[in-house]
T-cell receptor, first 114, second 110 residues
Framework: DGGITQSPKYLFRKEGQNVTLSCEQN?????MYWYRQDPGQGLRLIYY???????QKGDIAEGYSVSREKKESFPLTVTSAQKNPTAFYLC?????????????FGEGSWLTVV | EDQVTQSPEALRLQEGESSSLNCSYT??????LFWYRQDPGKGPEFLFT???AGEEKEKERLKATLTKKESFLHITAPKPEDSATYLC???????????FGKGTRLSVIA
C-alpha cells in the first residue's frame, strides 16, 4: 500500500537525550515535511525538504535536526536543546513543494518527556 | 505574513443539524486553500483543495466554498461519524509549505 509510515507511534525521552523519529514514504514524492501539533496550537512547521540532500527551516526549527539522504526517508531528531518536546509530531509529503500541491500526512508520533 | 483563522474553535451539533465552519485568511497571492479532517490521535486526512474564488467542491455531506477572503465548510445533515477536527490551510504564490489554522473541533450528538 502506498503511504507515509511514521515510527514509533509512541516514544518516551529522558531529559538530556536525543531521539529520532522515522518517516518513510513510498509515494515517490519529492517534498517532505515535519510538523508539530500541540493542543490548541494547530500545526507548526519544523523543517521541510524539497529535494534529496536539501532542507529548509520552518517556523520552529530550534532544537530539531533533519536529514534527507534518500528520497523516501526524512528522519527528525529531537535534540536535548529542545526545551519542551512533548507533542504530537506529523510527517507529510507532496509531489513537490510548488503551488497547489496537496500535502498528505502520516499517522503521527507521540513524544513524551519523562 | 500569511495567516489563517478558523471559527468557531468548537461546535456542537445535533445529528441532522446543518451548519458551517469558517476559515478566514490573509495571504500574498492565494494559490490553494486546503481542508483536512483530523480524528483524535491520527494524522490529518485530505478533503478538498480550492484554487479560486467562486469555486465549490463537495464530498458526501461536506461542501467547501471559497471567496477572496474566506472559505466555508458546509456540513449538511451531519452524523456522529462526522465528529472530528477540521483544519484549513493556505498556500501562497511562493514556493512555501502550507500555513494551517488551529482548527474547528466538531462534535455531532446522536
Amino acid at each position: 500500500d502506498g503511504g507515509i509510515t511514521q515510527s514509533p507511534k509512541y516514544l518516551f525521552r529522558k531529559e538530556g537525550q536525543n531521539v529520532t523519529l522515522s518517516c518513510e514514504q513510498n509515494l515517490n514524492h519529492d517534498a517532505m515535511y515535519w510538523y508539530r501539533q500541540d493542543p490548541g496550537q494547530g500545526l507548526r512547521l519544523i523543517y521541510y525538504s524539497q529535494i534529496v540532500n536539501d532542507f529548509q527551516k520552518g517556523d520552529i526549527a530550534e532544537g530539531y535536526s533533519v536529514s534527507r539522504e534518500k528520497k523516501e526517508s526524512f528522519p527528525l531528531t529531537v535534540t536535548s536543546a529542545q526545551k519542551n518536546p512533548t507533542a504530537f509530531y506529523l510527517c507529510a509529503s507532496s509531489i513537490g513543494a510548488g503551488t497547489g500541491n496537496t500535502i498528505y500526512f502520516g499517522e503521527g508520533s507521540w513524544l513524551t518527556v519523562v | 505574513e500569511d495567516q489563517v483563522t478558523q471559527s468557531p474553535e468548537a461546535l456542537r451539533l445535533q445529528e441532522g443539524e446543518s451548519s458551517s465552519l469558517n476559515c478566514s485568511y490573509t495571504v500574498s497571492g492565494l494559490r490553494g486553500l486546503f481542508w483536512y479532517r483530523q480524528d483524535p490521535g491520527k494524522g490529518p486526512e485530505f478533503l478538498f483543495t480550492l484554487y479560486s474564488a467562486g469555486e465549490e467542491k463537495e464530498k458526501e455531506r461536506l461542501k467547501a466554498t471559497l471567496t477572496k477572503k474566506e472559505s466555508f465548510l458546509h456540513i449538511t445533515a451531519p452524523k456522529p461519524e462526522d465528529s472530528a477536527t477540521y483544519l484549513c490551510a493556505v498556500q501562497n504564490s511562493g514556493n512555501t509549505p502550507l500555513v494551517f489554522g488551529k482548527g474547528t473541533r466538531l462534535s455531532v450528538i446522536a
